[in-house]
């Protein structure tokens, strides 16, 4: 069962990327998946997560708006849409599988966790 990351870099301020998580080892219709970031120095935080059964979605307030998160089962990859990028997005992002089949932004929920993909937000 793995989770891996892609598509982070440094990206000037009001840039744009876009995260992707490929699961291998099982399939996204069976769980739900989070995006969770830490900065340097802070706690974990949920960013969104996405149901995969009927795609309902929660997004943390901070980044409602500019991020979304999105799913292809056919591929089975998790993508996070980041625009409008600010220093303070800067962090390790990472994708992960909750325990149970909830919508959760709390990283305690989640039991596989990929390394991790760094986002540089700077000028």
């Known amino acids: 069962l793995q989770l891996v990351e892609s598509g982070g870099g440094l990206v000037q301020p009001g840039g744009s990327l876009r995260l992707s998580c490929v699961a291998s080892g099982f399939t996204l219709d069976s769980y739900n998946f989070g995006w969770l970031r830490q900065a340097p120095g802070k706690e974990r935080e949920g960013v969104s997560c996405?149901?995969?059964?009927?795609?309902?979605?929660v997004y943390a307030s901070s980044v409602r708006g500019r991020f979304t998160i999105s799913k292809d089962n056919a591929k089975n990859t998790v993508y996070l849409e980041m625009n409008d990028l600010k220093p303070e997005n800067t962090a390790v992002y990472y994708c992960?599988?909750?325990?149970?089949?909830?919508?959760?932004?709390?990283?305690?929920?989640?039991?596989?966790w990929g390394q991790g993909t760094q986002v540089a937000v700077s000028s």
């Open positions: 992960a599988k909750t325990l149970h089949r909830q919508l959760t932004l709390e990283s305690g929920d989640y039991n596989r």
């Open positions: 996405i149901s995969t059964g009927d795609g309902s979605v």
